[in-house]
């Protein structure tokens, strides 16, 4: 039996590609015809591969979770567990995953109806966590994030098999222009740039800190930034962006004092789950790429308290 071809190759060739996508970017389903979104918000969600939402959640609900992540970090013996990842240089911890395991408030964050039902409108289907995290950026230390399409990694080292997952960042502190927020090229989405270099066993462990391999090259950025330009969408805390996970994003390291912390919960769709890694390694652990733990997921509203 000839085996199917990959549309998604990356990191095989000696010479990068921008390729056309070959996925929807919403995905229709008569039977859920009604969502969260109106049909503009879905047209500028198709066009420019993202949309944000000032003040989607209340204070006192960002000081509860932020209340939270202040425990977990100062739990004695948790920084030596690998969801947790820290800076290089400093040891500031960067980021933790799986934090809707993690905590048990983050786990039901991730099911309130104001990020989950969007995500299941515009993947046209009921969804389960691929994977979440929170990003700290702590003043004057915190490191940026290269551009990627996170699409790239969850291909190449997850095994994703097409573009039906999508990122939903709630800020819990404000993400300003000065303290490295969020970047994303709108309209990126809408093509695939493939990376080169052979990946190496274990590659998470060391790009979790910095990536190295999945990084698209500057020609290819320059090309899509002259035709999307970048866009920063920044705003209060309880603020919430939802992108794309072919979207090209990346962000500045931070040097103000002020630090900037988001939330992560990536969306994947029941009918997208995870195959066999595209670049023939191993796959990456459970806390990075949801392989065993699979749920699927209903919506509750959250409650802070």
Request: proline share 9%; with cysteine; aromatic share 10%.
């Amino acid at each position: 039996m000839p085996v199917a071809q990959d549309h998604y190759a990356s990191r095989v060739e000696e010479k990068p590609e921008i390729r056309r996508r070959m996925d929807p970017v919403i995905y229709d389903d008569p039977a859920r015809p009604n969502g969260p979104l109106s049909a503009d918000e879905l047209r500028r969600y198709e066009r420019k591969g993202y949309l944000f939402f000032e003040k989607l959640f209340k204070e006192r609900e960002v000081a509860a979770l932020l209340k939270e992540l202040e425990r977990l970090k100062t739990t004695p013996d948790r920084r030596e567990r690998p969801e947790y990842i820290t800076e290089p240089g400093s040891g500031a911890v960067r980021s933790i995953f799986r934090i809707h395991r993690e905590s048990s408030l983050f786990g039901r964050l991730m099911r309130d109806p104001r990020v989950l039902n969007v995500a299941r409108q515009l993947l046209g289907s009921e969804v389960y966590i691929h994977q979440s995290r929170v990003n700290f950026k702590p003043g004057f230390v915190g490191k940026e994030f290269y551009w990627h399409s996170d699409f790239e990694t969850w291909h190449v080292e997850d095994g994703m098999p097409r573009m039906r997952a999508v990122s939903c960042s709630v800020t819990l502190t404000p993400n300003t222009l000065f303290n490295g927020p969020l970047m994303i090229i709108p309209g990126s989405h809408t093509a695939y740039i493939t990376c080169v270099g052979t990946t190496p066993e274990d590659h998470y462990k060391q790009s979790l800190k910095k990536q190295e391999y999945g990084v698209p090259d500057a020609e290819s950025l320059s090309r899509i930034t002259e035709a999307g330009g970048i866009e920063a969408p920044v705003g209060p805390a309880g603020s919430a962006v939802f992108f794309d996970c072919n979207a090209m994003h990346g962000s500045n390291g931070n040097i103000t004092p002020l630090p900037r912390t988001n939330a992560f919960f990536v969306y994947n769709s029941v009918e997208n789950r995870l195959g066999d890694p595209a670049g023939g390694i191993r796959p990456r652990p459970e806390f990075i790429a949801t392989r065993e733990g699979f749920e699927q997921l209903s919506p509750a509203p959250f409650r802070a308290d």
